[in-house]
């Protein structure tokens, strides 16, 4: 959604993003500070400690926040999604692992990111689905003596992704046509 050139627009124009924030962020597939931490009216978008993990995670370069133009000056920070569920892939790592931010990191760096990208690319097909949010493997990965790899490490990153889609409800949210 953001990469289009309307997108960059409604960064820059602060009535046009005034706009936009007026979206449910599942539809429009950013988040704002607010939403991503549950502050205010909102409800935490990432289960876990996401206040922690944003600081780290975008020092080493793992996220990147957006910036909108807001309407009485300044900026505010932005969120893509994909970029929050890394966030809560991150947080899920450090549930079962007790790891560090950046052991987690350089963890779920080792095969390139392949599992998790393609955790992230399919993030969609999960809108709407029931399921048991991988609770099989998550009772099958707590006390692990070391970190999931592989296989493994893919279908963990699946079932973040998984549950983040499922409890976060996209299936109840229509999107407007200009966001298509």
């Given at each position: 959604?953001?990469?289009?050139s309307?997108?960059?627009?409604?960064?820059?124009?602060?009535?046009?993003?005034?706009?936009?924030?007026?979206?449910?962020?599942?539809?429009?597939?950013?988040?704002?500070?607010?939403?991503?931490?549950?502050?205010?009216?909102?409800?935490?978008?990432?289960?876990?400690?996401?206040?922690?993990?944003?600081?780290?995670?975008?020092?080493?370069?793992?996220?990147?926040?957006?910036?909108?133009?807001?309407?009485?000056?300044?900026?505010?920070?932005?969120?893509?999604?994909?970029?929050?569920?890394?966030?809560?892939?991150?947080?899920?790592?450090?549930?079962?692992?007790?790891?560090?931010?950046?052991?987690?990191?350089r963890?779920?760096?080792?095969?390139?990111?392949?599992?998790?990208?393609?955790?992230?690319?399919?993030?969609?097909?999960?809108?709407?689905?029931?399921?048991?949010?991988?609770?099989?493997?998550?009772?099958?990965?707590?006390?692990?003596?070391?970190?999931?790899?592989?296989?493994?490490?893919?279908?963990?990153?699946?079932c973040?992704?998984?549950?983040?889609?499922?409890?976060?409800?996209?299936?109840?949210?229509?999107?407007?046509?200009?966001?298509?």
């Amino acid at each position: 959604m953001l990469s289009s050139s309307r997108a960059e627009f409604a960064l820059r124009d602060p009535s046009a993003l005034s706009a936009l924030l007026s979206y449910d962020w599942r539809a429009r597939q950013f988040l704002t500070d607010a939403e991503l931490l549950g502050e205010g009216r909102y409800a935490p978008a990432v289960e876990g400690d996401a206040a922690g993990l944003i600081r780290p995670l975008h020092r080493q370069g793992f996220i990147k926040p957006l910036h909108g133009v807001r309407p009485h000056g300044g900026r505010m920070r932005l969120w893509r999604l994909e970029d929050v569920l890394k966030i809560q892939i991150v947080s899920d790592l450090r549930q079962i692992s007790d790891m560090s931010v950046n052991a987690c990191m350089r963890h779920l760096r080792q095969d390139e990111g392949q599992a998790m990208n393609a955790a992230l690319a399919s993030w969609r097909d999960h809108a709407g689905a029931p399921g048991d949010h991988c609770a099989r493997l998550r009772l099958r990965l707590e006390g692990l003596p070391s970190l999931p790899e592989g296989e493994v490490l893919a279908e963990f990153a699946h079932c973040c992704v998984a549950r983040f889609v499922h409890r976060n409800r996209f299936d109840v949210v229509e999107r407007p046509a200009f966001l298509a």
